[in-house]
Structures are given as structure tokens and as C-alpha cells.
């Protein structure tokens, strides 16, 4: 399983990009997916995540309606469609494949198992 972040750049607040997180080697839609950011000196944290069947679909309050979460199966890829950037979602943003450790909903339940490569998010004036 190869994965890869891409859609990355720079933008000024309150723009919108759509990052993009694509998988060779396995169909992606039999997967759970997390969306994941880290800043300079903090630690990586999980902000969207979909589980296989797309029933339980989770946000951070710090990007709930703002970010969304999708899949395109026929593209073998998910998406994070972000909108009303802020300069705090300035980051590096990775996309994983893994598993979810529960059916709660409502609460961060992914479990990383396979990473991508990071994409760069600067959200600047």
C-alpha cells in the first residue's frame, strides 16, 4: 500500500484548497482513512477520518464545517475539501489508511496503520 497527500500550497485566509490522498496497490474504499496535521512544534493530530462503510465520519472541532471529508472510488482516492482557511490550519497534512477501534461515533476512533507522504498547507496574507 502506497499512499500520497497532494493538493497543498499556499492561501490566503478565508480561501479553500482540496487536498487529495490516493492509494496504489489497494482499493481504497475498503479502508478506512484519516486526515491527519502537524504543525512546527506540535504534535501530529488527527482532524477528519472516514471509516470503510462511510456511516461514521468524524471532524475536530477545530475544522468542523469547514472541512470535508469524501471518497471517489473511481479515482481510488479521498478527499479534504477545506474551506475558510484560517492561518492556524497552516501545516503539514498527511493523509493514513487504518482501521477504526470502535463504532462510537462522535469521538476520534481511527487507528493509523499505513502513512503517506505530507502535503504542505500555508495559510498566509
Known amino acids: 500500500v502506497q499512499l500520497q497527500a497532494s493538493g497543498g500550497g499556499l492561501v490566503q485566509p478565508g480561501g479553500s484548497l482540496r487536498l487529495s490522498c490516493t492509494c496504489t496497490?489497494?482499493?481504497?474504499?475498503?479502508?478506512?482513512v484519516g486526515w491527519f496535521r502537524q504543525s512546527p512544534g506540535k504534535d501530529r493530530e488527527g482532524i477528519s477520518s472516514?471509516?470503510?462503510?462511510?456511516?461514521?465520519?468524524y471532524y475536530d472541532d477545530s475544522v468542523k464545517g469547514r472541512f470535508t471529508i469524501s471518497r471517489d472510488n473511481a479515482e481510488n482516492a479521498v478527499y479534504l475539501k477545506m474551506n475558510n482557511l484560517k492561518t492556524e490550519d497552516t501545516a503539514v497534512y498527511y493523509c493514513?489508511?487504518?482501521?477504526?477501534?470502535?463504532?462510537?461515533?462522535?469521538?476520534?476512533?481511527?487507528?493509523?496503520?499505513?502513512w503517506g507522504q505530507g502535503t504542505q498547507v500555508t495559510v498566509s496574507s
Open positions: 496497490g489497494f482499493p481504497l474504499d475498503r479502508l478506512a
Open positions: 472516514i471509516n470503510s462503510s462511510d456511516d461514521n465520519i
Open positions: 493514513a489508511t487504518g482501521y477504526y477501534s470502535s463504532s462510537a461515533v462522535e469521538v476520534w476512533n481511527f487507528v493509523p496503520v499505513y
